[in-house]
Structures are given as structure tokens and as C-alpha cells.
């Protein structure tokens, strides 16, 4: 199948941005000295490699058609080539990044999939986002169990005046 120009280019362009993550995260694996984040960030890269090659081979005129959601779940183990990497950046730094990392990966793969017009290919960068979002919510779990959380909290008359200030504008 020859794709849409939109789906070819958003591709294109994402690739890249996966060449740079997945080097980022590969200094990270091997800088990590907590077991539990660098089997998240192994897993991270594991399936941000099977990502690229889905990629690639929905480039394929020739094969992308077979290209489906369950390829999206062959991973394969990795062998990083770690050279004594030291960042010099905290356990809570590295988290906070690698956190950051999932979430851009997976908010790009969202917006690309809904701008994208082969169905299996939208489909495809839809389940990416969700696999990206799965390894958000395991980094945002380690943070809560390493960092303090800084985000205020609201008080309930905050809450009780913001519900009423809705459920008037809405007549609920």
C-alpha cells in the first residue's frame, strides 16, 4: 500500500526523535544503579527499538498492510555496550527525565496517530502512545516511592466551590 504523504512524513519525522530518545536512554541504563528504573528504562528501550521497526516496515509498499497492532509486542532483549557511563545526575534526576521521556514519546504517538490516515498505521501510533503511557505510569509509581511530591494540594472547599462553580455553569 502506498501511504498518504502525511503518514510517510510524520513517520519520517519521528523517527529521528526515536534514534535520539533511545540513545538518551541507553546512557541512562547504563549510568542507573537502581535495579527497578533500569528495568523500566531497559523495557523503555526494548520497545521503543520494536516501535522503530514497526515504523520501517510500515514504509514498506511491499509488506505494510500485514503490519498490525500485535507487532507491537515483539520485543527483543538488548545488549547495551556500557563503557563505565557516569552522568553525574541523581537517581531522582534521571527519573524525572526518563519520566518526562515516556511522556513526550507517548503524547507525540497520540498526535501523530490521530493525524495520521492508513487505519492500521493510526492504529499502530495509538497503541504506541498507550505502551509509552504504561511506562509513564511505572515511572510516575517510582517517583512517588523516591521524591516528594511538590504539587500543592487543594483544600476541600477549594474543590466543593470549583464543583459548584461548574455543575451551575452546566445546569447539573
Known sequence: ??????????????????????????????????????QIATEQYMIMQNHVKVMVALMNPAHNKTVGISDLHKWEPVQLNCQHISL????????????????????????SGLRMKAENVRNIHIHMALQQMMVLDRYIAL????????????????????????KNMFNL
Not at 153 to 159: D, N, R
Open 1 to 38: 500500500m502506498i501511504l498518504k504523504m502525511i503518514d510517510l512524513s510524520l513517520m519520517a519525522e519521528h523517527l529521528p526523535v526515536h534514534k535520539a530518545e533511545m540513545d538518551k536512554l541507553s546512557s541512562y541504563i547504563c549510568s542507573i544503579q537502581d535495579p527497578e528504573i533500569k
Open 88 to 111: 553525574g545526575m541523581s537517581r531522582e534526576n534521571i527519573l524525572i527525565e526518563l519520566k518526562t521521556s515516556a511522556q513526550t514519546m507517548a503524547n507525540k504517538n497520540f498526535n
Open 143 to 166: 517517583t512517588n516511592k523516591f521524591l516528594k511530591d511538590t504539587a500543592p494540594e487543594s483544600s476541600p472547599q477549594e474543590q466543593i466551590e470549583t464543583f459548584q462553580t461548574f
